[in-house]
């Protein structure tokens, strides 16, 4: 078959079906030109594959195509297609029918300039999907179904989906493609598959349910998708898949557990035969099926995790160690341990902060770094050295006045730990870890090392975020030195007003304003001294921005902060 004929072939093909195959097309960010810096794109970029990663470590079943498929489109946008190519070409030879992976590598080959092998694939493709060739009309409408299951898989794992209307606009673009694929393949898809299907549709639901909170009508937006993802909950119990069976049932207890924020019981709870039921019954059900498995615990604990429930997370975690207590098969289980340590170190010491109780329990940064200790001894990674990083900083520094160190040979390690982090692939692209840095370097003594590291930083932050953390701390540093300074001080005016246009032109002028007010009412003598000086320099601008600043705006700005990798 000529290329010609064969694409025309394909579009006649695409407008019976409505859908065409392959990632490259797909009204992704990844494929469009980025909104911000090209570093900060590649970044994302390469952290989504690292996610994604871990997460195909653990799947097994088809949905692992669509996975890989994603992994390739991001190799893909990262300039490496040898990997992108040789990710399609693996999944062509494991499931010969995967439309997505001969049309993704139709693409790479069209970007190498290899048009046979480019159009040996949209052959391939154009065959799978027209059943007047000899393809049974069964296995077309399967492929179909999987095809469009994929592209639903790959909504999510977006990139630049830090605003919500962003992330909205993905996740009901999964549904759709979800309710297609449902729709195409209708009951020739296998259950278990089916089932699978409908807990991704699940989950997103419980997304969508908790960002629509500038709908017009809240309630019923909300009430349409927590009934829809009970509904699709219930339907996933039927599978014999247990750690999905075991997940679903902890998907409901938490469910069941919110319905309260409705004036009235959502009706899916009465459908689904789940009236009265508790929802620490239904937390015991999926416990009980993943008791003899690491791997089911370990996901049921990061989902308590990121639900809020710590004590339950680190309960299931203990569960999960005394099943595979090997730091090397199992180091999820000390990863996840010890950062709900900290976690509740943290939680603690903005408790003690405000008075409302004692000093934090020390004994959870030791029991944190002592799990972190055995997972750096057989899988060393950026995240945890990090993580490492913040346990010796909060060693170092006093419970309740971070700005003093009570044990130096802590900050020094912690800065040891972030060195090894800086070495690590990503580790310098990281904004979080240079502040982590400046906070140690300042404790020390060093603020023009400290000022460098918010510096960077800052440069690193997503421009137009909404929470600025970089920028206080620049801030901050800045007029420490400059009321310490016995010298010329011209160097610190300089980078003041460097610090303020990066940061106004990042992101905007009342978000800055806003940390310069803060700076103000928390440091008034410094300030005021600062002023006069910049007032001797004829640097009225500054001057301008920090009246600005200071004058009432009817809006008070929360002054506790504390930092959290």
């Given at each position: 078959m000529e290329e010609g004929s064969t694409e025309?072939?394909?579009?006649?093909?695409?407008?019976?079906?409505?859908?065409?195959?392959?990632?490259?097309?797909?009204?992704?960010?990844?494929?469009?030109?980025?909104?911000?810096?090209?570093?900060?794109?590649q970044r994302d970029t390469q952290l989504k594959q690292e996610s994604?990663?871990?997460?195909?470590?653990?799947?097994?079943?088809?949905?692992?195509?669509?996975?890989?498929?994603?992994?390739?489109?991001?190799?893909?946008?990262?300039?490496?297609?040898?990997?992108?190519?040789?990710?399609?070409?693996?999944?062509?030879?494991?499931?010969?029918?995967?439309?997505?992976?001969?049309?993704?590598?139709?693409?790479?080959?069209?970007?190498?300039?290899?048009?046979?092998?480019?159009?040996?694939?949209?052959e391939r493709v154009a065959t799978l999907m027209d059943p007047e060739t000899g393809e049974d009309q069964t296995d077309c409408r399967v492929r179909a179904a999987r095809c469009l299951a994929e592209q639903a898989f790959a909504q999510p794992h977006d990139v630049e989906l830090e605003k919500e209307e962003h992330l909205q606009e993905r996740l009901t673009a999964a549904l759709t493609l979800y309710n297609r694929a449902l729709h195409y393949g209708g009951e020739l898809v296998p259950e278990e598959e089916k089932w699978n299907w409908y807990f991704k549709m699940a989950t997103i639901y419980i997304r969508l349910y908790g960002i629509v909170n500038e709908s017009k009508d809240l309630e019923y937006t909300r009430l349409g998708h927590y009934n829809k993802g009970l509904k699709l909950l219930a339907e996933t119990l039927k599978s014999e898949t247990t750690h999905l069976k075991a997940l679903a049932w902890c998907y409901i207890g938490l469910m069941l557990e919110r319905q309260?924020?409705?004036?009235?019981?959502?009706?899916?709870?009465?459908?689904?035969?789940?009236?009265g039921s508790d929802p620490l019954s239904c937390y015991g059900s999926g416990i009980k099926l993943a008791t003899d498995d690491a791997f089911t615990l370990n996901q049921l604990a990061s989902v308590f995790f990121q639900s809020g429930k710590h004590e339950m997370a680190t309960g299931i975690c203990n569960m999960a160690l005394n099943v595979l207590p090997d730091a090397e098969l199992n180091w999820q289980a000390y990863c996840t341990r010890a950062k709900l340590k900290v976690t509740?170190?943290?939680?603690?010491?903005?408790?003690?902060k405000q008075g409302l109780d004692g000093i934090p329990d020390r004994q959870d940064l030791r029991d944190a770094r002592a799990d972190l200790e055995r997972v750096l001894s057989v899988r060393p990674c950026l995240r945890t050295h990090l993580e490492m990083g913040q346990v010796y900083y909060y060693m170092g520094v006093d419970a309740l006045q971070e700005s003093l160190m009570v044990d130096e040979m802590?900050?020094?390690?912690?800065?040891?730990?972030?060195?090894?982090?800086?070495?690590?692939?990503?580790?310098?692209?990281?904004?979080?870890l240079q502040l982590l840095r400046g906070r140690c370097l300042l404790l020390k003594g060093e603020e023009q090392n400290a000022i460098d590291c918010f510096k960077q930083a800052l440069e690193l932050e997503r421009p137009g975020g909404q929470d600025l953390r970089a920028l206080p701390l620049l801030l901050q540093a800045l007029l420490t030195a400059f009321s310490q300074s016995t010298g010329d001080v011209s160097h610190i005016i300089a980078q003041l007003e460097e610090c303020l246009q990066k940061a106004e032109e990042r992101h905007g002028t009342c978000p800055v304003r806003t940390e310069l007010k803060l700076l103000c009412r928390t440091n008034t003598e410094e300030a005021a001294e600062l002023s006069r000086e910049l007032v001797k320099r004829g640097k009225l601008g500054i001057v301008r921005r920090l009246l600005q600043s200071v004058q009432p705006q009817g809006k008070h700005t929360v002054l506790g902060r504390s930092l959290s990798v």
């Open positions: 025309e072939d394909i579009e006649a093909l695409m407008e019976g079906l409505a859908f065409i195959p392959g990632h490259f097309h797909l009204p992704l960010h990844l494929n469009k030109d980025p909104e911000g810096p090209e570093t900060l794109r994604l990663r871990a997460e195909l470590e653990a799947e097994t079943g088809r949905l692992q195509y669509a996975v890989r498929n994603m992994l390739g489109l991001l190799a893909y946008h990262l300039d490496k297609l040898d990997i992108a190519e040789e990710v399609f070409r693996s999944i062509c030879q494991e499931d010969p029918g995967n439309l997505n992976a001969w049309a993704n590598l139709a693409h790479v080959y069209e970007r190498l300039s290899r048009e046979q092998d480019e159009s040996e694939c949209l309260e924020e409705f004036s009235t019981v959502p009706m899916a709870i009465h459908d689904c035969g789940l009236s509740a170190y943290v939680k603690a010491l903005d408790r003690a802590a900050v020094n390690q912690a800065l040891v730990s972030l060195a090894q982090a800086l070495q690590c692939p990503l580790g310098s692209t990281l904004p979080e």
